[in-house]
Every structure is written in structure tokens, then in C-alpha cells.
């Protein structure tokens, strides 16, 4: 059966079983495919993101600036709320969250959209942006699969699906906001990022990069951040993949 039929009949199926839950700190989540169950893992029982929402909600200012680049459906969004309302009830009223997700699949996009309508008044302001990162303009082809959390537009699989998508231009967004916390899982792409708003990544603090070894020149990457007077944390690393928490 040809892979992007498998493709369809999976979602056509994930569509029908969703597993939903109310956390401890009243934040609710949907886990509907297995991409979301891995997903959820990493960021909330492996806790990869934790330390860096810490340090963001102790370090910052009333106002919390966040960039997830790379969103996938908004766990990320999900547990910076999670960690704030359960770990630091008394912030709560104090702290003014607002994030800016940037997701390269538009029904993922969309699907991040509705998730985020499930906690209206608790996530903080969230802003869902269709399109690439990496570069600043021009278009690329993404993979489009049933595992959506592994979507990429680097070494893409044969006979796979893809989706013309532009690439979205960062660069006013980087120049005129502070972002406390800035996430970024571009599976890959994280080398042209880098390279592409360098001089402007000085301007923030806090950076978590997945990195890709594969498919990126992963110690160029740490190269440049170092360069830029970040300190690091490595939070996982395996053969694959590493966890990185850049900071000053």
C-alpha cells in the first residue's frame, strides 16, 4: 500500500480515539495520535523544557514573551502553562504570557489552534503562525506524514509525501520583542536558523534546541551559540538527537 494512503487511513483512524485529560493544574490536553503520545513524553514526564520555563518564570519581568518554533500541536505552550499555574500558583495573576508558535504543516497548525481553544484564559496569549523556519524567504518542500512530529524539510524519506510551504521571516519579530524563552524543534533546519538570524539571537536569553545530528552540523550550531556568550546545559543526548539549554 502506497505510504501516503497508509497515511490517510492512519489519521482517518486517530481521528476516531483521543485520549483527553485535565492536569493537576487545570491545563487540559489531547493525545490523539502516537506522534502526540511521543510528544507528550518528552515534554512532560521527560520534563526536557522544564528548567529553562523556570528559570524564565522566576527571571523575568510581569511580562513573558514566548517562541516555539517548530510547534507541532502546542505541548510546549500547554506545559509553560502547566508548570506556571501548578508550581507557581502565586505568579499566576502577576505574570502576562504571551507566545508566538511557528508550525510548517497547516493542519497541524490548525489542530494546535483548536487545542489551544480548550484552555481559553489559561495559556496566555497565543498566536499560531503557518510556515517555515530557517530561512527568510523563498519556499521549500516538508514532509507531510502521519507522524507529524517528525516532519521535515532535511533528508526526507523516498516516496514520502510533501507540501510546499514558504518559509516565514522571523526577522521583525527577533528584531522588535525580547523573548524570555525561546524554543526551537525545526527537526534539522536548526543550522540554517542559526546561521540565518545570528547576529539577532544575542538579543535572547534563553534558547532550547533540539539538535539533529544527522541531518545538521550540530557542533557548528554549538559553536556559533557559544560565540554569542551563551552558556549551555546538554539535557539528553543520544545518537540521534540532543537537548540543548543555551543561556545568560
Do not use: W
Not at 182 to 209: M, Q, S, W
Amino acid at each position: 500500500m502506497p505510504v501516503s494512503i497508509k497515511s490517510r487511513l492512519r489519521a482517518l483512524i486517530g481521528d476516531f480515539f483521543r485520549f483527553n485529560h485535565t492536569l493537576s493544574s487545570g491545563i487540559f490536553v489531547t493525545l490523539r495520535r502516537p506522534a502526540d503520545f511521543s510528544t507528550f513524553a518528552e515534554i512532560f514526564v521527560d520534563g526536557f523544557y522544564d528548567k529553562a520555563i523556570k528559570d524564565t518564570i522566576v527571571n523575568s519581568s510581569d511580562q513573558i514573551n514566548l517562541l516555539d518554533l517548530g510547534s507541532n500541536v502546542g505541548f510546549f505552550a500547554h506545559r509553560f502553562a502547566d508548570i506556571l499555574r501548578g508550581q507557581y500558583p502565586e505568579l499566576v495573576a502577576q505574570k502576562q504570557v504571551g507566545i508566538t508558535m511557528v508550525e510548517g504543516i497547516k493542519a497541524v497548525a490548525d489542530e494546535s489552534m483548536f487545542r489551544l481553544e480548550n484552555n481559553l484564559g489559561k495559556l496566555g496569549r497565543c498566536e499560531v503562525i503557518h510556515g517555515l523556519v530557517g530561512k527568510k524567504d523563498c519556499f521549500d518542500y516538508i514532509s507531510s506524514e502521519y507522524n507529524y512530529g517528525y516532519n521535515t524539510v532535511i533528508g526526507k524519506m523516498s516516496g514520502s509525501s510533501t507540501v510546499k510551504t514558504a518559509y516565514y521571516n522571523l526577522e521583525e519579530k527577533l528584531s522588535s520583542v525580547t523573548y524570555d524563552l525561546i524554543k526551537c524543534d525545526i527537526e534539522g533546519a536548526e543550522e540554517v536558523f542559526i546561521e540565518t538570524y545570528y547576529n539577532l539571537l544575542r538579543r535572547h536569553p534563553r534558547i532550547v534546541f533540539e539538535f539533529h545530528h544527522k541531518m545538521c552540523d550540530t557542533q557548528k550550531c554549538d559553536r556559533l551559540l557559544k560565540e554569542l556568550g551563551f552558556n549551555v546545559v546538554v539535557l539528553y543526548s543520544n545518537k540521534e538527537i540532543s537537548m540543548a539549554y543555551y543561556y545568560r
